[in-house]
């Protein structure tokens, strides 16, 4: 199993009349937690630094912003060597 660690969070003041209330809040991050989880499980099952043997570490940030009702996620990898970043970066901008 990979390590991936969301934080995934809401910025700003929720306006009068959300687009989404808590509740479908939680459910999309949810959402994302488990399709973001499922393709990089898929994406990096077999994938470790050939010379370290080391998987990848990821950390998921999803901000949701309340002014412009949009969500922006960022992936932050960490990895044994810079090697191997290069390796994770060109598997992570694969189409899945
Ligand atoms: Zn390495």
Do not use: W
């Not at 306006?15 to 949810?30: G, I, N, S, V």
């Not at 099952?45 to 570490?57: G, K, L, M, S, Y």
């Not at 969500?71 to 390796?87: K, N, P």
């Amino acid at each position: 199993m990979l390590d991936i660690d969301f934080d995934l969070r809401v910025d700003g003041q929720a306006p009068a009349e959300p687009f989404l209330d808590r509740y479908e809040l939680e459910q999309m991050f949810e959402g994302a937690r488990r399709s973001i989880g499922a393709s990089l499980q898929r994406k990096f099952a077999n994938i470790v630094c050939e010379e370290h043997a080391q998987a990848p570490r990821f950390k998921i940030t999803g901000i949701y912003d309340n002014a412009i009702e949009e969500m922006d996620i960022q992936y932050h990898v960490d990895t044994c060597c810079q090697r191997f970043l290069l390796r994770v970066m060109q598997v992570l901008n694969k189409r899945a």
